[in-house]
């Protein structure tokens, strides 16, 4: 099996950055690819970014493109999100996820492996 822990998240101004993490324990040898997914109160989950482990292929939700940045530490088998120029509509429970199989996708459903989350909120 595979254990993801998510740490970072707290209470950010509007205009500012927060780095949250994601550590990875367990056969991670089976997982292909990391996501970061959020969910606000009282709506859906939906995609933020992912991340291959081999290749560092990214992909991004439209709506933090240029803001966010996912990346990985192959070594210590962490997965981090940088977010940037942080809005109020980004807050939301961030959390980290694991697919077993290419590509690297926004459907939650290819996702079989969750962390708990951790609250991010942007506010003044």
């Known amino acids: 099996q595979v254990q993801l822990v998510e740490s970072g998240g707290g209470l950010v101004q509007p205009g500012g950055s927060l780095r949250i993490s994601c550590a990875v324990s367990?056969?991670?040898?089976?997982?292909?690819?990391m996501g970061w997914f959020r969910q606000a109160a009282g709506k859906e989950r939906e995609f933020v970014a992912g991340?291959?482990?081999?290749?560092?292929?990214?992909r991004y939700a439209d709506s933090v493109k240029g803001r966010f940045t996912i990346s990985r530490d192959n070594g210590k088998n962490t997965v981090f999100l940088q977010m940037n120029s942080l809005k109020p509509e980004d807050t939301a429970v961030y959390f980290c996820?694991?697919?077993?199989?290419?590509?690297?996708?926004?459907?939650?459903?290819?996702?079989?492996?969750w962390g708990q989350g951790t609250q991010v909120t942007v506010s003044s």
């Open positions: 996820a694991a697919k077993p199989t290419s590509p690297v996708t926004a459907a939650t459903f290819t996702y079989n492996y």
């Open positions: 367990g056969r991670t040898a089976i997982t292909y690819a």
């Open positions: 991340i291959a482990w081999s290749s560092g292929f990214t």
